[in-house]
């Protein structure tokens, strides 16, 4: 999984790997996407950002299949920014799938690192 994300998501996007034309686009809409995963408690506690194709997925997901719909994630993202589909059909759908991705996510977060809110409060008499 040691692939650039830049050009992973360039490649989704159908955006050829030597063209550099939207690279600032795309890279700006996939680190909003990234500052999204900060905010929902994944990935480094300062954040994360990438500059250009040599940040790897490797360096957010690490070992971790569980988050390898990062992927995806970031992929969805980017499109209803960059390249929405035509249709209100099609962008319900991939608000849709952006929803129930950050769901996940979020659940996956909590498995990991889940703090009580109502932490018990301890009186002495």
């Known amino acids: 999984m040691a692939d650039s994300i830049l050009n992973d998501v360039k490649k989704m996007l159908n955006v050829g790997a030597t063209d550099t034309a939207f690279d600032l686009d795309i890279t700006i809409n996939i680190n909003a996407a990234f500052s999204v995963l900060t905010q929902l408690g994944l990935g480094p506690e300062e954040g994360f950002i990438i500059e250009d194709d040599t940040v790897t997925w490797d360096a957010f997901i690490g070992d971790d299949r569980r988050l390898y719909f990062v992927k995806v994630y970031i992929y ?12 209100s059909f099609a962008i319900d759908a991939v608000k849709e ?20 809110p109502n932490p018990p409060v301890v009186t002495t008499p």
Do not use: Y
Not at 80 to 87: E, N
């Open 76 to 87: 969805q993202k980017v499109r209803l920014v960059f390249d929405p589909p035509s249709t």
């Open 97 to 116: 799938q952006i929803r129930e991705l950050e769901w996940r996510l979020n659940v996956h977060r909590e498995g990991e690192s889940w703090v009580d």
